[in-house]
């Protein structure tokens, strides 16, 4: 099999600068253009059943077509960008800028490729002004906020075509003719996803570096995000799938927080930092088709939250088993986990699953970083944790990465069993409920 890759990248970009002070005023702008164009071909052929291998060469192989093989790829990207800056600040005090950008993407139809993405952000810086000047302890304060536009093109391509796919053939006389049919029915309004950020912060540096602080708060507004539109349009169009859309929104709020410390005594110094980060997301809306229980829609719940059944307990003895007859006679045994019943039907069923709000991804982080230094030497310490974050119990030994053994034991002490009967976790090889 012989690949034939190729392609080429062209790019062309200019900018004009502008920078002025006068009196107590300093101004930079910045405008700009850049183009790119970017083709991916790749072919590929081969044969088998060769007359020698010491002739590898394809017009040596069978000729039979079961032993050929031949395919290709090509694709292009285009890209045709303007952007500007403007910054203007007083006295290092009072700082402004606003910027933009127009971004044109190949990916999308004409007369919705490009989309304007515009932001602004203002400082103070306080402990410039006068008034602040009777608090020695005070090296640096500054506060700012911001509020910005983003674009997301990173989707599938052209998806504003219809597309077809080889199948459904045909029979014309003794030969079996390639049918193509329609599948995804296309988007002839598909354009950018957009995210509009605000953040508001501190900066501050007291009693001349032995504290730091950066505090963020923001708030993002993510819209027009590509989603399928299951609940408002019919399935009965006849085609395979339906296009995505850009209606989904979603929201996300958070804050983080560095902490840092730093002092020198002659030959000796080290900083201390710690940081911690909070965000959390919210769907606002993704045309979803309601669920059985209300509990159970992914609508006003995080990204990634998932319906799984809520557990009551473990299953101690016989005589547990046996009071929960709603669950009992669904092959569960002693050592099994005992499911919460929340709709209040007769039987533990799917409609008794909850939207769990945690998923493998951390809605907290933070960290702590220890650097002691002594002339040229130096030792660094880095603390990293998470929580807020849930596995499944299938991938319990990943939580040892570095001794997988320590998980094992963990999960092996903590399991019910005849001589541990007020175990936590569930027997092994628990029937895991469908």
């Given at each position: 099999?012989?690949?034939?890759?190729?392609?080429?990248?062209?790019?062309?970009?200019?900018?004009?600068?502008?920078?002025?002070?006068?009196?107590?005023?300093?101004?930079?702008?910045?405008?700009?253009?850049?183009?790119?164009?970017?083709?991916?071909?790749?072919a590929m052929a081969g044969r088998k059943?060769?007359?020698?291998?010491?002739?590898?060469?394809?017009?040596?192989?069978?000729?039979?077509?079961?032993?050929?093989?031949?395919?290709?790829?090509?694709?292009?990207?285009?890209?045709?960008?303007?952007?500007?800056?403007?910054?203007?600040?007083?006295?290092?005090?009072?700082?402004?800028?606003?910027?933009?950008?127009?971004?044109?993407?190949?990916?999308?139809?004409?007369?919705?490729?490009?989309?304007?993405?515009?932001?602004?952000?203002?400082?103070?810086?306080?402990?410039?002004?006068?008034?602040?000047?009777?608090?020695?302890?005070?090296?640096?304060?500054?506060?700012?906020?911001?509020?910005?536009?983003?674009?997301?093109?990173?989707?599938?391509?052209y998806q504003f075509l219809q597309a077809?796919?080889?199948?459904?053939?045909?029979?014309?006389?003794?030969?079996?003719?390639?049918?193509?049919?329609?599948?995804?029915?296309?988007?002839?309004?598909?354009?950018?996803?957009?995210?509009?950020?605000?953040?508001?912060?501190?900066?501050?540096?007291?009693?001349?570096?032995?504290?730091?602080?950066?505090?963020?708060?923001?708030?993002?507004?993510?819209?027009?995000?590509?989603?399928?539109?299951?609940?408002?349009?019919?399935?009965?169009?006849?085609?395979?799938?339906?296009?995505?859309?850009?209606?989904?929104?979603?929201?996300?709020?958070?804050?983080?927080?560095?902490?840092?410390?730093?002092?020198?005594?002659?030959?000796?110094?080290?900083?201390?930092?710690?940081?911690f980060n909070y965000a959390r997301s919210?769907?606002?809306?993704?045309?979803?088709?309601?669920?059985?229980?209300?509990?159970?829609?992914?609508?006003?719940?995080?990204?990634?939250?998932?319906?799984?059944?809520?557990?009551?307990?473990?299953?101690?003895?016989?005589?547990?088993?046996?009071?929960?007859?709603?669950?009992?006679?669904?092959?569960?045994?002693?050592?099994?986990?005992?499911?919460?019943?929340?709709?209040?039907?007769?039987?533990?069923?799917?409609?008794?699953?909850?939207?769990?709000?945690?998923?493998?991804?951390?809605?907290?982080?933070?960290?702590?970083?220890?650097?002691?230094?002594?002339?040229?030497?130096?030792?660094?310490?880095?603390?990293?944790?998470?929580?807020?974050?849930?596995?499944?119990?299938?991938?319990?030994?990943?939580?040892?990465?570095?001794?997988?053994?320590?998980?094992?034991?963990?999960?092996?002490?903590?399991?019910?069993?005849?001589?541990?009967?007020?175990?936590?976790?569930?027997?092994?090889?628990?029937?895991?409920?469908?």
């Open positions: 099999m012989t690949p034939i890759p190729s392609g080429r990248t062209s790019c062309q970009n200019a900018r004009l600068t502008y920078d002025r002070s006068f009196g107590g005023h300093h101004v930079t702008a910045l405008v700009g253009a850049e183009q790119q164009y970017v083709t991916k071909s790749y059943n060769f007359v020698s291998t010491a002739l590898p060469e394809l017009n040596v192989g069978s000729t039979a077509a079961a032993d050929q093989m031949v395919g290709g790829v090509d694709s292009t990207a285009a890209y045709n960008n303007y952007f500007g800056r403007l910054n203007y600040d007083f006295g290092g005090k009072y700082l402004l800028e606003f910027s933009f950008r127009d971004n044109g993407s190949q990916i999308f139809p004409a007369g919705k490729r490009f989309g304007f993405f515009p932001g602004g952000s203002a400082g103070w810086v306080m402990s410039e002004e006068k008034f602040m000047h009777n608090l020695p302890w005070v090296s640096y304060l500054k506060l700012r906020a911001s509020h910005g536009e983003l674009g997301n093109d990173r989707v599938a391509p077809y796919s080889f199948g459904s053939n045909y029979v014309f006389g003794q030969n079996d003719v390639s049918g193509i049919y329609p599948n995804t029915v296309p988007n002839a309004d598909i354009t950018w996803e957009v995210s509009k950020k605000t953040d508001f912060g501190l900066v501050a540096n007291l009693w001349n570096g032995l504290l730091g602080i950066d505090a963020t708060y923001f708030l993002e507004h993510r819209s027009r995000i590509l989603v399928k539109p299951n609940l408002s349009v019919s399935n009965i169009y006849g085609y395979p799938s339906l296009p995505t859309e850009n209606i989904g929104k979603v929201n996300v709020g958070g804050y983080e927080l560095a902490l840092t410390h730093r002092q020198t005594f002659r030959d000796w110094s080290y900083t201390v930092s710690a940081n919210k769907i606002v809306y993704m045309d979803e088709v309601p669920q059985s229980e209300p509990w159970q829609n992914a609508t006003g719940h995080p990204i990634g939250s998932q319906l799984i059944y809520k557990s009551a307990g473990i299953f101690k003895d016989q005589a547990d088993l046996t009071k929960n007859a709603n669950q009992a006679g669904s092959g569960s045994q002693v050592g099994d986990q005992k499911l919460a019943n929340l709709s209040g039907g007769q039987q533990i069923t799917a409609n008794d699953q909850f939207r769990f709000d945690y998923s493998n991804v951390p809605m907290e982080t933070f960290g702590l970083t220890y650097i002691m230094r002594y002339k040229s030497w130096d030792l660094n310490i880095f603390f990293y944790g998470q929580t807020k974050v849930y596995n499944y119990d299938q991938v319990y030994a990943n939580l040892g990465n570095t001794d997988f053994s320590n998980a094992m034991v963990a999960r092996a002490d903590g399991r019910w069993s005849v001589s541990n009967p007020n175990g936590n976790l569930p027997r092994s090889g628990e029937w895991t409920p469908g």
